[in-house]
């Protein structure tokens, strides 16, 4: 059996209890090497296959795991963050069911969530957005047309802009013309939650000169609205006192 396990954003202590489980009970491990902290190979058995995803193609990953189920082996297939955020897991999961090779998917904490707990913010603060919009900028490999960053900067909510730290020029254009005023608050997170993490605060209008003076252009999120600003929210419903909830009754 495979089974798909979200690594987490870095921290090791950020992976799951069953991720951990079954990380420690598989006899084959196929980890993307490009992201995942090795620290968690520390907790793979002595005799358990290791295999880097990163040198490999799809076609040879399903050959490892062909040759762990062969020899009677479960597989965890280690994917950074949470696999469902640009894992490449649904190709995946259909080979391995025209394989008839039954698996499993374990969720782990994404990079957008460990990069928010950094910066001590709240994506969906009443009054100044409802929605968080997760999504990249166009690059070699492209976007479907209506999900331009700049379509999708017209609606002005929270973002969180994956893999697009390499072309920061290229995104802070995109965000400008898609309606973000430039004095909009913004930010780099680089390695949310590993050792090294590092964080940039600035401005859409200034993201490219402070994501190059801080020498960012990869393993960083943008993350981008007003929800990084100081105050100007408004207060929770769900903890006012003369709001009415299922569980208690509001009062003047």
Known sequence: MVHFVGAGPGAPDLLTLRGAALLEQAGCVIYAGSLVNPALLG?????????????????????????????????????????????????????????????????????????????GAEYTLPGVSQSVIITRL????????????AALAAHRASMAVFLSAGMLGAVQAELLAGGYPPETPAALVYKATWPEE????????????????????????????????????????LYDPAFTT????GGA
Not at 207 to 223: F, M, N, Q, R, S
Not at 246 to 249: F, L, N, Q, S
Request: with cysteine; glycine share 10%.
């Open 138 to 149: 166009a690059g070699r490999t492209p976007v479907p047309e209506r999900e331009r960053l």
């Open 246 to 249: 299922g569980w208690r009754e």
């Open 198 to 237: 590092k964080i940039v605060r600035c401005t859409v209008a200034s993201l490219a000169e402070c994501g190059a003076a801080a020498g960012i252009d990869k393993t960083a999120l943008v993350l981008v609205g007003d929800f990084l600003g100081r105050g100007g929210y408004e207060r929770s419903k």
């Open 43 to 119: 907790r793979v058995r002595a005799d358990c296959a290791l295999y880097n995803s990163a040198r490999m193609t799809l076609e040879e990953v399903l050959a490892a795991i062909q040759k762990a189920e062969a020899a009677g082996l479960d597989t965890v297939r280690l994917h950074t963050g949470d696999p469902c955020v640009y894992g490449a897991v649904r190709e995946q999961m259909d080979a391995l069911d025209a394989l008839g090779i039954p698996w499993d998917d374990t969720p782990g904490v994404s990079s957008f969530c460990g990069a928010a707990a950094a910066l």
